[in-house]
């Protein structure tokens, strides 16, 4: 029996064969710029503005063989006590639709799996007027809840989900 499980694995080359994109991880999500939070400074909220500055960079890991492909990301804004904000709360936050593509492994030298980065712009003019508006909470922070959804090759879907704060500094 363990000799059939082993030949399996070995064959398919991903962790649970029966379902592969279980193998799909968000191995990291954060702004380059801090290595964490998404600042964003008073002295930069004037035009032109750098959205490069306000990003994140979303890294995947696939530990199977088989690729996969993100099809769409929604960017939900909370404040700090989970309560939805923008003028995106209407909508159930800000969803785009996507092609990235995420590497699959190419044998089983890499314990982690193939990594996969990508830059995701999360700050926008009106992520900018709500944390900077007079109204807004005194503590400044906004987190947004950013949900990856794809498909591997084989069809099986999946869905990842990442925190990150947005932090305005007066």
């Not at 954060?30 to 959205?51: A, C, H, K, M």
């Not at 508006?133 to 990842?160: H, Q, W």
């Amino acid at each position: 029996m363990w000799t059939l499980c082993a030949l399996t694995l070995a064959a398919v080359g991903c962790r649970n064969p029966f379902l592969p994109s279980s193998d799909i991880i968000l191995t990291d999500f954060y702004n380059p710029r801090t290595g964490g939070e998404v600042r964003i400074y008073s002295t930069e909220i004037t035009p032109p503005l750098n959205l490069n500055s306000w990003n994140g960079l979303a890294s995947f890991a696939i530990r199977n063989k088989v690729a996969a492909t993100i099809t769409s990301i929604n960017l939900e804004f909370t404040d700090y006590g989970g309560t939805p904000v923008t003028v995106y709360k209407a909508t159930g936050g800000k969803t785009f639709k996507t092609h990235y593509r995420l590497n699959p492994m190419t044998g089983n030298t890499p314990i982690g799996g193939t990594n996969t980065a990508f830059t995701l712009y999360l700050v926008d003019r009106q992520v900018l007027n709500e944390i900077t508006a007079p109204g807004y909470s005194p503590d400044r922070v906004m987190i947004v809840i950013v949900t990856f959804r794809g498909e591997d090759d084989n069809g099986y879907d999946f869905k990842l989900t990442a925190k990150l704060g947005i932090k305005y500094y007066l």
